[in-house]
C-alpha cells in the first residue's frame, strides 16, 4: 500500500522528539489495514520489534506474508524517541544471570549484545539507511566518591569474569576529562560497545526496508486483542500462523495483558546546535554516549549535527499504567534535566533548549528482557527492555525469526528466550510501590551530591 504524502497527516508527528523534527521529507502515514487478511505471520507494533523482526524474517524467507499492525505511525512509541544509544547494555547483570540461569550464560547474552551493536551497524550501511550510526563507545563518569566507588566495583567485578581493558578501561580524572569534559570528574569508565543514532532515521528507514521486501504495514489501526491464530483490530481482522506481541510499554492496552509490560516515563531534551568553541573545550570528539554512576539514570549524546541529546528518568509512574500524550512534557522534570546537563557543562547555562519530550519504555516485574513463543499456540512476544531496548530489539527481532521458523540457533539457547517474569501487582500496589523506588533512587543520589561536594569543596566549579 502507497504512504499517503499529503501534509499535515504525517507532520504532527514531528513534535513526538527532536530526531521526528529533523526527518528529512514529508513525514507519510501508511494506509489502515482494509477489512479481514491472512497472512503467515501478523506483528503488532511498528516499532523497532517488529520491525526487525519482519525484517529478519523476510531475510530468511522471502516468500513469508508478513504483516505490521501499528495503532500510530512506524516509530511512534519509544523506538523513535529515545536517547540513540545503541549499546551492548542488557537489563539483567551478568552475574545475576549466571545465577539465575546457569554458569556462562551472563557471558554468552553479553557476547551476543555487544554482536548486536555490530550487527546494526552491518545492516544500516547494506540498507542504506542513513541515521548516523558511528560506534564512538561509552563513556561513564564518577563524579561523587560514591559514584568512583561504584565505579572500583564494577572494573573489579568485570576484571574477576574475564573482560579486560579493551572491553571495559578505568579511566582516570583527566582521561575521564578529556573525553566528556564535564565539572567535577572524579574518575570514569569507557567500554567501545556503543553507538550513537539517529532513532527515528533508524526506525523510519528500517520500516522503509521492509515494506519494499513486501511487507505490509498497516498504519493507523490499533488492535484490540491478540489469540492464537487471530488478531482482533479496529480495522478488521487478520487471521495467522504466528502471532507476535511487540508493543513494549503500551502492551496494557492489549486486552488481558494489563500486568505484563508497564509503561514508565523516559523524558528528554535537546539543546540547540552548539559551536566549535564549545567541542574544543568539552570533547566527546568521537560522539561517544555519556553517562554518570547516579541511580536514576542520565544519559547523554553529541548529535550529528552537533547537539546535546540528554535524558533522564525521573517522571512519575503513573496511576493504572495510563500513557498519554501529555506526560511526554512534564516542566519539572524537564527543568531538573536542564539543571542537571548545565551542572555537568557549565557553558551551557545560556544555550537555548530547542526540544523537550519523552515516551513511554517498558519494564516486567523481574526486570528482566525476554524473546519467546509458546510453541503450542504460536504466540510470540519480546520486550521489557527497560531503557536498553535500542539494540535489543535487533537481538530479538534474529531471535524471533530463528523461533518462528523453528531453527535451534545460539540464539534460541540464549538465557533470555522464553523467559516468564510475573505479573505486576494489580494498583494502588504498583502505584505505591514504583513511586517510592523512584523517589529513594533520586534521594540517595542528592545525598550522595552533597557529600560530594563537601569532601571537596569547590570541585563543581570547574
Ligand atoms: C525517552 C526514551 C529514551 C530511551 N533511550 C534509550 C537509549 O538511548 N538506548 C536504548 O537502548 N533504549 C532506550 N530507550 C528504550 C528503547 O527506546 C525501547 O526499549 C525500544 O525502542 C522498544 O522498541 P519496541 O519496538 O519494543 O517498542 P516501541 O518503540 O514502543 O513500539 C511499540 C509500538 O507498538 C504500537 N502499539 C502499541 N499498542 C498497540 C496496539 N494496541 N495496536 C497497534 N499498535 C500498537 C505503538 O504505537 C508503538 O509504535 C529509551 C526509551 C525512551 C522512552
Same mark, same amino acid.
Not at 382 to 388: L, T
Given at each position: 500500500?502507497?504512504?499517503?504524502?499529503?501534509?499535515?497527516?504525517?507532520?504532527?508527528?514531528?513534535?513526538?522528539?527532536?530526531?521526528?523534527?529533523?526527518?528529512?521529507?514529508?513525514?507519510?502515514?501508511?494506509?489502515?489495514?482494509?477489512?479481514?487478511?491472512?497472512?503467515?505471520?501478523?506483528?503488532?507494533?511498528?516499532?523497532?520489534?517488529?520491525?526487525?523482526?519482519?525484517?529478519?524474517?523476510?531475510?530468511?524467507?522471502?516468500?513469508?506474508?508478513?504483516?505490521?499492525?501499528?495503532?500510530?505511525?512506524?516509530?511512534?512509541?519509544?523506538?523513535?524517541?529515545?536517547?540513540?544509544?545503541?549499546?551492548?547494555?542488557?537489563?539483567?547483570?551478568?552475574?545475576?544471570?549466571?545465577?539465575?540461569?546457569?554458569?556462562?550464560?551472563?557471558? *554468552?547474552?553479553?557476547?551476543?549484545?555487544? =554482536?548486536? !551493536?555490530? #550487527?546494526?551497524?552491518? &545492516?544500516?550501511?547494506? @540498507?542504506?539507511? %542513513?541515521?548516523?550510526?558511528?560506534?564512538?563507545?561509552?563513556?561513564?563518569?564518577?563524579?561523587?566518591?560514591?559514584?568512583?566507588?561504584?565505579?572500583?566495583?564494577?572494573?573489579?567485578?568485570?576484571?574477576?569474569?574475564?573482560?579486560?581493558?579493551?572491553?571495559?578501561?578505568?579511566?582516570?580524572?583527566?582521561?575521564?576529562?578529556?573525553?566528556?569534559?564535564?565539572?567535577?570528574?572524579?574518575?570514569?569508565?569507557?567500554?567501545?560497545?556503543?553507538?550513537?543514532?539517529?532513532? *527515528?532515521?533508524?526506525?523510519?528507514?528500517? =520500516?522503509? !526496508?521492509? #515494506?519494499?521486501?513486501? &511487507?505490509?504495514?498497516? @498504519?493507523?489501526? %490499533?488492535?484490540?486483542?491478540?489469540?492464537?491464530?487471530?488478531?482482533?483490530?479496529?480495522?478488521?481482522?487478520?487471521?495467522?500462523?504466528?502471532?507476535?506481541?511487540?508493543?513494549?510499554?503500551?502492551?496494557?492496552?492489549?486486552?488481558?495483558?494489563?500486568?505484563?509490560?508497564?509503561?514508565?516515563?523516559?523524558?528528554?531534551?535537546?539543546?540547540?546546535?552548539?559551536?566549535?568553541?564549545?567541542?574544543?573545550?568539552?570533547?566527546?570528539?568521537?560522539?561517544?554516549?555519556?553517562?554518570?554512576?547516579?541511580?536514576?539514570?542520565?544519559?547523554?549524546?553529541?548529535?550529528?549535527?552537533?547537539?546535546?541529546?540528554?535524558?533522564?528518568?525521573?517522571?512519575?509512574?503513573?496511576?493504572?499504567?495510563?500513557?498519554?500524550?501529555?506526560?511526554?512534557?512534564?516542566?519539572?522534570?524537564?527543568?531538573?534535566?536542564?539543571?542537571?546537563?548545565?551542572?555537568?557543562?557549565?557553558?551551557?547555562?545560556?544555550?537555548?533548549?530547542?526540544?523537550?519530550?519523552?515516551?513511554?519504555?517498558?519494564?516486567?516485574?523481574?526486570?528482566?528482557?525476554?524473546?519467546?513463543?509458546?510453541?503450542?499456540?504460536?504466540?510470540?512476544?519480546?520486550?521489557?527492555?527497560?531503557?536498553?531496548?535500542?539494540?535489543?530489539?535487533?537481538?530479538?527481532?534474529?531471535?524471533?525469526?530463528?523461533?518462528?521458523?523453528?531453527?535451534?540457533?545460539?540464539?534460541?539457547?540464549?538465557?533470555?528466550?522464553?523467559?516468564?517474569?510475573?505479573?505486576?501487582?494489580?494498583?494502588?500496589?504498583?502505584?505505591?510501590?514504583?513511586?517510592?523506588?523512584?523517589?529513594?533512587?533520586?534521594?540517595?543520589?542528592?545525598?550522595?551530591?552533597?557529600?560530594?561536594?563537601?569532601?571537596?569543596?569547590?570541585?563543581?566549579?570547574?
Amino acid at each position: 500500500m502507497e504512504a499517503d504524502l499529503t501534509p499535515p497527516r504525517g507532520e504532527r508527528y514531528r513534535r513526538l522528539s527532536l530526531w521526528w523534527d529533523g526527518l528529512p521529507g514529508p513525514i507519510g502515514v501508511r494506509a489502515p489495514l482494509d477489512g479481514d487478511t491472512e497472512v503467515d505471520v501478523a506483528v503488532v507494533g511498528g516499532g523497532l520489534t517488529g520491525l526487525w523482526t519482519a525484517y529478519y524474517l523476510t531475510e530468511a524467507d522471502p516468500g513469508l506474508s508478513v504483516a505490521v499492525l501499528e495503532r500510530d505511525v512506524a516509530g511512534f512509541g519509544a523506538s523513535g524517541r529515545n536517547g540513540g544509544w545503541c549499546s551492548a547494555l542488557f537489563s539483567v547483570s551478568e552475574s545475576s544471570l549466571d545465577k539465575r540461569c546457569g554458569p556462562g550464560s551472563g557471558r *554468552a547474552q553479553r557476547l551476543a549484545m555487544e =554482536a548486536t !551493536v555490530r #550487527e546494526v551497524g552491518r &545492516v544500516v550501511a547494506a @540498507e542504506g539507511i %542513513e541515521c548516523g550510526f558511528h560506534q564512538g563507545g561509552t563513556v561513564v563518569l564518577a563524579r561523587t566518591p560514591a559514584q568512583l566507588a561504584r565505579t572500583h566495583e564494577e572494573i573489579a567485578e568485570a576484571r574477576s569474569r574475564g573482560i579486560g581493558e579493551d572491553d571495559l578501561a578505568f579511566l582516570s580524572p583527566a582521561e575521564a576529562t578529556e573525553r566528556v569534559g564535564a565539572t567535577a570528574v572524579l574518575g570514569g569508565t569507557f567500554t567501545p560497545h556503543c553507538a550513537a543514532v539517529d532513532p *527515528a532515521r533508524l526506525v523510519r528507514g528500517l =520500516a522503509d !526496508v521492509v #515494506e519494499r521486501r513486501g &511487507v505490509r504495514i498497516h @498504519e493507523q489501526t %490499533e488492535v484490540t486483542s491478540i489469540a492464537p491464530g487471530v488478531v482482533t483490530t479496529t480495522r478488521g481482522t487478520v487471521r495467522a500462523r504466528t502471532v507476535v506481541r511487540a508493543t513494549e510499554g503500551y502492551t496494557r492496552t492489549l486486552a488481558g495483558l494489563e500486568r505484563e509490560v508497564i509503561p514508565v516515563y523516559s523524558l528528554m531534551i535537546a539543546t540547540e546546535p552548539l559551536g566549535d568553541a564549545f567541542w574544543a573545550e568539552h570533547g566527546l570528539a568521537d560522539r561517544q554516549t555519556f553517562a554518570d554512576h547516579r541511580h536514576l539514570v542520565i544519559y547523554g549524546q553529541r548529535t550529528e549535527d552537533g547537539r546535546i541529546a540528554f535524558g533522564g528518568r525521573g517522571a512519575p509512574y503513573h496511576f493504572g499504567s495510563t500513557i498519554r500524550p501529555d506526560y511526554d512534557r512534564d516542566d519539572t522534570v524537564h527543568e531538573a534535566l536542564r539543571r542537571t546537563l548545565v551542572e555537568l557543562f557549565p557553558a551551557l547555562s545560556d544555550a537555548a533548549i530547542t526540544h523537550r519530550w519523552g515516551g513511554p519504555l517498558g519494564i516486567a516485574r523481574d526486570w528482566f528482557s525476554s524473546v519467546g513463543m509458546d510453541r503450542g499456540t504460536r504466540m510470540a512476544w519480546a520486550g521489557g527492555y527497560v531503557g536498553d531496548g535500542l539494540s535489543t530489539t535487533n537481538l530479538a527481532g534474529r531471535t524471533l525469526a530463528d523461533l518462528i521458523a523453528g531453527r535451534d540457533s545460539d540464539l534460541t539457547r540464549l538465557p533470555w528466550v522464553n523467559h516468564r517474569s510475573p505479573r505486576w501487582e494489580p494498583e494502588p500496589l504498583r502505584y505505591v510501590g514504583i513511586n517510592a523506588g523512584l523517589r529513594l533512587a533520586g534521594s540517595a543520589d542528592r545525598a550522595e551530591d552533597r557529600a560530594g561536594r563537601r569532601c571537596r569543596p569547590g570541585a563543581d566549579r570547574r
